[in-house]
T-cell receptor, first 115, second 112 residues
Framework: DTGVSQDPRHKITKRGQNVTFRCDPI?????LYWYRQTLGQGPEFLTY????????KSRLLSDRFSAERPKGSFSTLEIQRTEQGDSAMYLC?????????????FGPGTRLTVL | AQSVTQLDSQVPVFEEAPVELRCNYS??????LFWYVQYPNQGLQLLLK??????LVKGINGFEAEFNKSQTSFHLRKPSVHISDTAEYFC??????????FGAGTRLFVKA
């Protein structure tokens, strides 16, 4: 399978715990995006990487959230001291070519439930 | 700032009937417009996009959309739907940067 993969697909955690999600983009894609999707809403932009550089981070992203993309390949999204409001689907997407113009390829998402 | 409004949260329709999913956007600059589809337990996938040129855009699975600049709309249509078209559809806008803004989605439910 050469698509975008995400791991784990589901995560249940207790409030206050830390969680980390992984995204493996399509191998030749230099652009990587993280989104959050809550019930009844569309994907909401969180952060963007071009190769290994994190170029933009949404103001919605609190200091408890951090993302990395070492070596410009896979990416991780960590949430520290989780809160119930963090419960959502976390989506990763990748693309190549011109930003904003080319198709983004999405992974299946990681569903986080914070108890 | 850009925004996207999908006017219907749910659209029920009978199989083989036509369907239109409505999308309006707001932007002070030129936009690129997209429709994505999300099937259950799958990631979003691109149906079609408008970048420039002809305002009628054809996509996969028999869908098409028309860009109307004066009405700031990008409605999605299909002349005859199938059960397999049951999914959530997202309209999205981008102004040429890396940030794409998505609408809240329209759930299309095709009934036999």
């Amino acid at each position: 399978d050469t698509g975008v993969s995400q791991d784990p697909r589901h995560k249940i955690t207790k409030r206050g715990q830390n969680v980390t999600f992984r995204c493996d983009p399509i191998s030749e894609h230099n652009r990587l995006y993280w989104y959050r999707q809550t019930l009844g809403q569309g994907p909401e932009f969180l952060t963007y990487f071009q190769n290994e550089a994190q170029l933009e981070k949404s103001r919605l992203l609190s200091d408890r959230f951090s993302a990395e993309r070492p070596k410009g390949s896979f990416s991780t999204l960590e949430i520290q001291r989780t809160e119930q409001g963090d419960s959502a689907m976390y989506l990763c997407a990748s693309s190549t070519g011109l930003a904003g113009v080319n198709e983004q390829f999405f992974g299946p998402g990681t569903r986080l439930t914070v108890l | 700032a850009q925004s996207v409004t999908q006017l219907d949260s749910q659209v029920p329709v009978f199989e083989e009937a036509p369907v239109e999913l409505r999308c309006n956007y707001s932007s002070s600059v030129s936009v690129y417009l997209f429709w994505y589809v999300q099937y259950p337990n799958q990631g979003l996938q691109l149906l079609l996009k408008y970048l420039s040129g002809s305002t009628l855009v054809k996509g996969i699975n028999g869908f098409e959309a028309e860009f109307n600049k004066s009405q700031t709309s990008f409605h999605l249509r299909k002349p005859s739907v199938h059960i397999s078209d049951t999914a959530e559809y997202f309209c999205a806008v981008n102004t040429g940067g890396f940030k794409t803004i998505f609408g809240a989605g329209t759930r299309l439910f095709v009934k036999a």
